[in-house]
Nanobody, 124 residues
Framework: QVQLVESGGGLVQAGGSLRLSCAAS????????MDWFRQAPGMEREFVAA????????IYADSVKGRFTISRDDAKNTLYLQMNSLKPEDTAVYYC?????????????????WGQGTQVTVSS
């Protein structure tokens, strides 16, 4: 079982930046696609971004396209989410998730593991 631990969340003003990290234990990290999701209070969890095994394919939700960048460092077993030009509507708990295939299935995926989440709060 791969364990995922997110970090890097916090409080930031609108227009600011944060970089989230997701550290993974286990040998399967480099063989599968990985995703970021988020959940705001009272809302359903929503897809944010995903990256395939090689890192050559990345997809984003329309709401974050052009502002967020997903990346991975397989040598460090770590997934990242660089978030720029943050808006108050980006406030949520952010989760990383490990898919079970090397290609991206996003919100349709069967996930092998989820992190515990990290809080991001953007003030106006």
């Amino acid at each position: 079982q791969v364990q995922l631990v997110e970090s890097g969340g916090g409080l930031v003003q609108a227009g600011g930046s944060l970089r989230l990290s997701c550290a993974a234990s286990g040998r399967t990290f480099s063989s599968t696609a990985m995703d970021w999701f988020r959940q705001a209070p009272g809302m359903e969890r929503e897809f944010v971004a995903a990256i395939n095994r090689s890192g050559g394919i990345r997809i984003y939700a329309d709401s974050v396209k052009g502002r967020f960048t997903i990346s991975r460092d397989d040598a460090k077993n770590t997934l990242y989410l660089q978030m720029n030009s943050l808006k108050p509507e980006d406030t949520a708990v952010y989760y990383c998730a490990l898919e079970t295939t090397p290609y991206i299935r996003g919100s349709q995926a069967d996930f092998a593991s989820w992190g515990q989440g990290t809080q991001v709060t953007v003030s106006s």
